[in-house]
């Protein structure tokens, strides 16, 4: 094998790699989003820069999270947000919520029916739906 065709070989497999990882990062936020889907403008209460987990992708500090009436919004920093829309996840969507603590950090994860994906947000993002959740029959711990 001459080196010219090593370094092809490289560059392949580390452009299949960067794909895959694309995908992945992907693949939970493209399947809420056939779900849930939103044109509605981000809320008043918007939290910018947050950091959270949509299935098992990590966002650190590009999440958008906001509450409303309807439900849970999610967006993600323009930037990085390359054809994954906003959601607006209603809150009958959620079926479960857990102590999702680390560290010094109070966090939430929530369980969401259909599809099945958890999302973790910090505590204090959350506080605002307090009324909303309990209206679902959560206890806000």
Same mark, same amino acid.
């Given at each position: 094998?001459?080196?010219?065709?090593?370094?092809?070989?490289?560059?392949? +497999?580390?452009? !299949?790699?960067?794909? *895959?990882? @694309? !995908? +992945?990062?992907?693949?939970?936020?493209?399947l809420l989003a056939q779900s849930y889907r939103t044109q509605e403008p981000p809320p008043s209460n918007i939290s910018g820069m947050e950091s959270g987990s949509v299935g098992f992708i990590y966002y650190k500090g590009t999440l958008n999270v906001g509450?409303?009436?309807? *439900? +849970?919004? +999610?967006? @993600?920093? $323009?930037?990085?947000?390359?054809?994954? %829309? %906003? !959601? !607006?996840? $209603?809150?009958?969507? @959620?079926?479960? @919520?857990? $102590?999702?603590n680390r560290m010094f950090m109070e966090r939430f994860r929530l369980y969401l029916s259909s599809p099945e994906i958890k999302l973790i947000l910090r505590k204090d993002v959350l506080e605002p739906a307090k009324e909303y959740l309990a209206a679902q029959g959560f206890e806000w711990i």
């Open positions: 094998m001459s080196n010219y065709t090593h370094w092809i070989y490289i560059v392949f +497999l580390f452009t !299949l790699n960067f794909l *895959g990882i @694309i !995908l +992945l990062f992907r693949h939970d936020w493209s509450i409303t009436r309807q *439900g +849970l919004y +999610l967006s @993600i920093f $323009p930037l990085f947000s390359f054809r994954l %829309p %906003p !959601l !607006l996840i $209603p809150w009958s969507a @959620i079926r479960k @919520i857990e $102590p999702a």
